[in-house]
């Protein structure tokens, strides 16, 4: 009822507006205050909550006008998790019970690679989010997240390791960083890692879900709900923002995340860019500055499952930083990357996002910093999205829960 009354509040505001427009001797009313902005969503949000910024939350509606068609070129991987590209076109692939893959363009399924430390896949763990050393054509080396079960609990570690001339095994395999304190629960591990333009590691450490532990998102002697950056040794990265502050970490990043799943470089700019599942009405996209809060768990557009507020239902406060976009209710954004391919000049510099409980590939079209037009892309494939990237035949490649392989380009 309470969506109900605001819809027609609005209404009644959009009809207010044109008409006093209408009825002045000096303003023409432009497109914008008498077109009702058409958002590709269409449920009311869960919560009564404003946006900062006109364009933060239901942006335009855009539409691909190229023709473009995807195909399935496998559907037999078992929870794929993450994909990252190799340089000779195939693709290394992690499932989250703990196996990583070679899978070809043909979509033929590699043996699980010997020598990938145990994980523990329980609740959100697993084996999680993967990259190559950007020298991997000489080096072979691959970095991963992972879940991983100690003594006091468990936590999102990440390990390297290079793959075998034949493809078959991980060698020399090392855990190079932990991101503690470990935790008893099993969820919201976050966890990517990508390299960034200084040939340093970026790791989104997510926020392990509970009240209680959730809270050290804000804490900067925590790695909880952080984004981290270390060297390929696991140790601070240089120039990194906490370096030399007292009961500061100085391999945190950016602090006060709730469960990243997406980060990417955008090409054109060099900035880092985020995406990270939120509560009910949360999820966010966040250009992440070195040093800057994210703001959870206090202030954020969502509330809580159980549809109380988070904290005191706050979203904004200052020296927090607020999400570029967000979606309520939630797409659930897992993986993302900027399509730098030519082969569809329209969605060039476009952030494509894996969406899981929305079920479909999300993207953004960006200008000056802000979302400027949103389109759901392979809807009725009825699909949970969980990674998405560009294959070196510049092809957009994303995998599903339910186990496909998707190859996306032109027609
Ligand atoms: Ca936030």
């Known amino acids: 009822m309470k969506n109900h009354i605001l819809i027609c509040l609005a209404s ?23 077109t009702p902005v058409t958002s590709v969503e269409t449920d009311p949000p869960n919560s009564t909550y404003q946006p900062s910024f006109v364009g933060q939350t239901r942006i335009s509606a855009v539409k691909t006008t190229s023709s473009f068609r995807f195909t399935i070129l496998t559907s037999s991987l078992t929870s794929p998790w993450g994909i990252a590209a190799l340089p000779d076109g195939k693709f290394l692939i992690t499932e989250k019970a703990g196996n990583m893959r070679v899978v070809t363009t043909s979509g033929q399924i590699g043996a699980p690679l010997q020598g990938i ?19 991997f054509a000489t080096s072979r080396m691959v970095y991963w997240s992972f879940s991983e079960s100690r003594p006091d609990g468990n936590l999102l570690a990440i390990a390297k390791g290079r793959i075998s001339a034949n493809e ?7 855990v190079i960083y932990r991101a503690t304190p ?7 591990y976050g966890s990517r890692v990508i390299f960034d333009k200084t040939g340093n590691l970026l790791v989104s450490s997510g926020d392990r879900s509970d009240p209680g532990i959730r809270e050290q998102a804000q804490a900067l002697n925590s790695s909880i709900g952080k984004i981290i950056r270390i060297t390929t040794d696991g140790q601070p990265a240089p120039g990194n923002p ?3 502050q007292p009961d500061a970490r100085p391999e945190i990043y950016s602090s006060g995340h709730r469960n990243q799943h997406g980060l990417a470089i955008h090409p054109v700019t060099g900035d880092l860019w985020e995406g990270e599942l939120g509560p009910r009405g949360g999820d966010e996209i966040n250009i992440i500055r070195p040093g800057a809060n994210y703001g959870w768990p206090v202030i954020t557009y969502g509330i809580d499952y159980s549809g109380k507020p988070i904290g005191n239902a ?10 570029v976009y967000y979606w309520d209710p939630v797409v659930s954004p897992s993986g993302m990357t900027f399509y730098r391919g030519n082969r569809i000049p329209e969605w060039e510099n476009n ?23 949103e389109e759901r892309l392979l809807v009725s494939e009825g699909q949970r999205f969980r990674d998405i990237i560009q294959g070196i035949d510049n092809a957009l490649y ?4 339910q186990g496909r392989l998707y190859r996306i380009d032109k027609e």
């Open 314 to 323: 706050v979203q904004q406060q200052n020296g927090m930083e607020q999400p």
């Open 12 to 34: 009644c505001f959009i009809l207010a507006t044109s008409c006093k427009n209408k009825n002045s001797e000096t303003t023409t009313p432009t497109p914008e205050t008498i």
């Open 168 to 174: 078959t095994s991980m060698e020399n395999v090392t």
């Open 182 to 188: 470990a935790y008893s629960g099993t969820n919201q």
């Open 117 to 135: 430390p145990a994980v523990n896949s329980n609740g959100q763990g697993g084996l999680l989010g993967l990259c190559i050393d950007p020298a």
């Open 242 to 244: 906490f370096i030399g």
């Open 351 to 373: 952030l494509f996002i894996a969406a899981l409980s929305g079920q479909h590939i999300v993207r953004l079209v960006i200008t000056d910093n802000r979302v400027t037009g």
């Open 398 to 401: 994303s995998i599903t829960d």
